[in-house]
């Protein structure tokens, strides 16, 4: 276990804050004040339990009626009998947080309870209050969200202070999901599992943002979220305010996303931070990743998450970014290899050459040369070029500027609205979520991740890995709400496992308990050498990046080289620049490893990245989980 965090709730906590649902009743032994169920189902209770008292001579039941009623209705959409409901608080003590998570694992493994409709209520049947009564829990997390903001950010302050020592000390650090961890635990547990479920059937798509130290990719995504309202102006006048105080005015948009104290101080991103925004036919997972050279560990993690690329880039400094020592053309190395196919490339910054199209013209040539060339690969029908300010906004959303009127092309949310979908291990598959990041939450463990393959839902068993751990998923949050199951390419900011905190673990993975992810300290993989100085022997050290783990790897066996697709019969000495190779590697702890399919898309887990002193040496798939 590296890295667990806090976020201050015990089991008490949770059982009262389930609202009207299965926790209300357990402790207190009575009817929570303000439930999230329905009205009508509110007075149906209330009237079940007054009848036992008007009722003195018959025999007492064998459990309360007003909780099976509760447990009924907290269980809706899976229409279950008052035997059944009966018979689990009989099995379970009248422990009814546990007959309720066994009887909703039990609906949805019978399907009830994932087929059913959404139990939200029409609105326009609804009474007035009745609405008011139900939008509260959600609004009152909103504001307290808000305010909440300041004490929030102050513990991640001191994580980040933590982590900016050590870069490298965690496999992932992914800092939106710490950011609002607590806050989204009160938002979970305030509503009933009834109450607010996700019903955005647009698709998902991780969006990584790239590009050279201060090429604006932190102001750009923090302008966008600005101005599709996922950030209120309240928010962004406290950080103008504030990041003027210390001498970076510059910087207020970069704040939406740059959260730590010293990413703040220093204008630079270290950790990829996780945000969420929806156009007008896709939700976007944003991670938006570090430019600088010594955080490309963190960089590769939030690339291994993604299914598309947004490479900024910088039209005022475009030499230091683009040729050797940058790292524009390192990042797009990278995302290639990480299997990432579609880019949408910003040129930004054209404010500060006022608007000239000959400039965008010239940097688009160079960067489309080298994105379509050799060393990246890309297909040209992949590529999406948009000209751009993300400090003034220009063309963002829309083009204000006269000065832009040569450009017919999109704006950045039209580029975005139209990148095609990915293609996915299907959701039918076994269910494989890497670990980006833990938190501790009781005697629960809350953790982040993207469903890389099959689909989750709230009651469903999984299997944790390496700790070998099952326990059945209590909630599930994704994009800023409550969602009842998640699909693939879907990214979970919480997943509320009923699990002791000291089996999950950044690095480990969810998956099928019937379909366990191979963990092995050895496997064979086929790798691209990158541009090396020294050719790779057998021996050497490396430091390896596969899915959100960073591991110590030597190079075991060098297997075969491959040429024009073809295995050669004898064995290479050392590997050079452009060969492709199988080769076997060992990594000094155990991990998670899928191999690639034969006719498929490989998940994260079989995708690594070695890197040595800096440099991105090799990229590939894991062939086999064979241990050496
Ligand atoms: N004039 C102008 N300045 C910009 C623009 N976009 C960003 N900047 C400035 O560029 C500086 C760096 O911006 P960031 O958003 O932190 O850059 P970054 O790419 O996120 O940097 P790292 O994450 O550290 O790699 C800040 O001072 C911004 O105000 C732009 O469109 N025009
Ligand atoms: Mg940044």
Not at 412 to 426: G, M, Q, S, T, Y
Request: proline share 6%; net charge neutral.
């Amino acid at each position: 276990m590296r890295r667990v965090k806090n976020i201050g709730y015990d089991d008490d906590d949770w059982g009262d804050d389930w609202g009207g649902g299965y926790s209300a009743a357990p402790k207190k032994n009575k009817p929570k004040a303000k439930s999230a169920a329905p009205k009508g189902a509110a007075k149906a209770t209330a009237k079940s339990s007054a009848a036992p008292d008007a009722a003195p001579a018959k025999s007492k039941p064998a459990v309360k009626t007003s909780t099976l009623e509760e447990l009924k209705l907290a269980l809706k959409p899976a229409d279950l009998s008052d035997s059944a409901v009966e018979k689990a608080l009989i099995e379970h003590g009248s422990a009814v947080e546990d007959a309720f998570l066994a009887l909703l694992a039990q609906a949805v493994e019978s399907g009830s309870w994932v087929k059913s409709e959404p139990v939200v209520q029409e609105p326009a049947k609804e009474p007035q209050a009745e609405n008011e009564e139900k939008s509260y829990p959600k609004k009152k997390a909103k504001e307290e969200k808000e305010t909440n903001k300041c004490s929030e950010e102050k513990t991640m302050k001191e994580e980040r202070a933590d982590k900016c020592e050590k870069p490298n000390k965690s496999a992932a650090q992914v800092s939106g999901a710490p950011a609002s961890a607590e806050v989204e635990a009160e938002q979970v547990s305030e509503t009933a599992p009834t109450a607010s479920v996700a019903t955005d059937q647009r698709p998902c798509i991780s969006l990584v943002v790239i590009g050279h130290v201060d090429a604006g990719k932190s102001t750009l995504m923090g302008h966008l979220l600005c101005l599709v309202g996922e950030v209120s102006s309240k928010q962004l006048h406290k950080f103008e305010k504030e990041s003027k105080q210390i001498g970076k005015a510059s910087f207020a948009y970069a704040w939406v996303l740059d959260e730590g104290d010293d990413e703040r101080e220093r204008g630079v991103t270290i950790d990829v931070c996780v945000k969420h925004f929806s156009t007008k036919s896709r939700r976007f997972t944003i991670l938006d990743a570090p430019g600088h050279r010594d955080f490309v560990p963190n960089m590769v993690q939030g690339a291994v998450q993604a299914d598309v690329a947004l490479l900024v880039t910088d039209v005022s400094h475009f030499e230091a970014g683009f040729e050797r020592g940058g790292q524009t053309k390192e990042h797009l190395q990278l995302v290639r290899a990480l299997g990432i196919s579609h880019v949408v490339i910003a040129i930004n910054k054209l404010d500060t050459v006022d608007w000239s199209q000959d400039v965008y013209e010239n940097i688009k040539s160079r960067v489309e040369a080298f994105v379509l060339g050799p060393d990246c690969g890309f297909k040209a029908s992949s590529l999406t070029f948009v000209p751009l300010s993300g400090f003034t906004g220009e063309n963002m959303l829309e083009r204000k500027a006269e000065q832009l009127s040569w450009w017919n092309g999109p704006t950045l949310i039209e580029a975005l609205d139209k990148i095609p979908l990915p293609v996915r291990p299907a959701s039918s598959g076994p269910l494989r979520i890497p670990i980006a990041d833990v938190y501790k939450s009781g005697a629960n463990v809350v953790v982040s991740g993207k469903v890389e393959s099959g689909s989750l839902s709230v009651g469903q068993k999984v299997l944790v890995l390496p700790s070998n751990e099952q326990a059945p998923v209590k909630s599930l949050q994704s994009g800023n709400q409550v969602v009842r199951s998640a699909s693939v390419g879907d990214y979970l900011d919480s997943v509320i496992i009923a699990l002791e905190p000291q089996f999950a673990s950044i690095g480990g993975a969810l998956c099928d308990p019937k379909h366990p992810l191979a963990v092995v300290d050895a496997f064979q993989a086929q790798i691209l050498v990158f541009d090396v100085d020294v050719p790779i022997m057998r021996g050497q050290q490396f430091m390896c990046y596969l899915h959100v783990e960073a591991l110590t790897a030597t190079v075991a066996k060098l297997e075969k080289l491959i040429v024009k697709g073809k295995p050669q019969e004898k064995r290479p000495k050392c590997l050079q620049k452009g060969n492709i190779a199988i080769v076997q590697l060992r990594v000094n702890r155990k991990v998670c490893v899928e191999p690639k399919p034969k006719d498929g898309v490989p998940t994260s887990f079989g995708r690594l990245v070695l890197r040595d002193r800096g440099s991105t040496v090799a990229a590939g798939v894991v062939l086999a989980a064979a241990t050496a």
